[in-house]
């Protein structure tokens, strides 16, 4: 069974084999007979807030686990009430933001192709 639980950087370390790619975050985990396999939340860069998901290969199947984890993010997100910018690498991922009410954001240079996308509120 998939425990959905607040993230720690401990988690993060984890997740990313000790080099997670912000310094801190508020967020959630999808934890696996102990093993992280989803992480998601929002961090800091400069001033804007950074909406973030990834999850592992075996995380796929547990399609109502994500869906768990996603009304928990969003209710977070929801509750600060401040913009959130996310950067989608497919189009998958975008209509998967664009149902959680995030819309296309500004083309953003060195974006690597990602997509932007902005949650108002």
């Given at each position: ?15 990313w084999d000790g ?7 508020r967020g ?15 961090y ?5 807030q ?21 009304r928990?993010?969003?209710?977070m ?5 401040l ?31 990602k ?7």
């Amino acid at each position: 069974m998939i425990e959905i639980r607040p993230a720690t950087m401990k988690d993060a370390h984890e997740y990313w084999d000790g080099n997670p790619p912000m310094r801190s975050m508020r967020g959630f985990v999808a934890v696996l007979d102990g093993r992280v396999i989803g992480i998601a939340g929002v961090y800091y860069n400069g001033h804007a807030q950074i909406a973030f998901s990834e999850i592992k290969d075996e995380m796929k199947k547990y399609k109502k686990d994500i869906v768990r984890g996603t009304r928990r993010v969003m209710a977070m997100i929801r509750e600060r009430g401040l913009a959130v910018w996310a950067t989608c690498g497919d189009e998958r991922s975008a209509r998967f933001v664009a149902r959680c009410g995030f819309r296309p954001g500004p083309t953003i240079p060195n974006s690597e192709g990602k997509k932007v996308m902005i949650w108002n509120g």
